[in-house]
C-alpha cells in the first residue's frame, strides 16, 4: 500500500526556503474584573447519543460560561482535543473503534493527559477485575448510569474551581 511517499523529492532536492520575518503579535491586555474569563471547554464522549444530548441541556443551565462540544467515538475525541484540548473531559469506555480507555492511554502517551482533568464512566456491573485500576494516573471514576443532571452537577464543580483559580490568578 502506497502513502505516496515514492513520489515525493528527497530533502536534498527542496529549494531553500528564505527565512520570514515574523510578524509582532498583536499585544493583548490583561482581563480585567469587566472582563469575562473564558468559557470552560467540556468534552463529552460517549456513543449514546440521547445521553449526550440530555447533558447538553442539563448543562445548559451555565450558559456561556461552559462550551460543550461532542463526540461519538475516541478517534474522533483525539482530534478533537488535539485540535482544542478542553478543561474537562468526560467519556465512557465503550466506544465504537477505539474504546475509551486506548483514548485516555494515547492522551497520557503524547503528554496531554496532565493537562486535563478527566472523568471516566465505567459500568457499575460486569466491571472487569482491575478495570479502574488501569487507567491511567488522575483519572477520576464515576459509576454508570449517570444522570445528566449528575453530570452537570460534577461540571459545576469543576467549573467553580476553576472560576476561583482565575480570581487568585487576578488577584496576585
Known sequence: MSMGL????PLSA???VPAVEPVDAPV????TADTPPAPMKLLLVARDAGWLQGCRSALEVFG???DVQVADNGYVALLMVGRDAPDLLVTT?????MDGLDMLRTLERCDVLPRLEVIALLP????PAGLAQSLPGGVQVLYQPVSP???AIRAGRC???????TQGAHHE
Not at 493583548?28 to 482581563?31: E, F, G, M, V
Not at 467549573?159 to 483559580?165: E, N, T, V
Open 93 to 97: 469506555l465503550e466506544l465504537p473503534g
Open 64 to 66: 456561556p460560561a461552559v
Open 28 to 31: 493583548t491586555a490583561p482581563p
Open 14 to 16: 527542496l529549494r531553500a
Open 149 to 151: 443532571e449528575a453530570l
Open 6 to 9: 515514492a513520489d515525493a523529492e
Open 159 to 165: 467549573l467553580l474551581q476553576r472560576q476561583a483559580a
Open 124 to 127: 457499575s456491573t460486569d466491571l
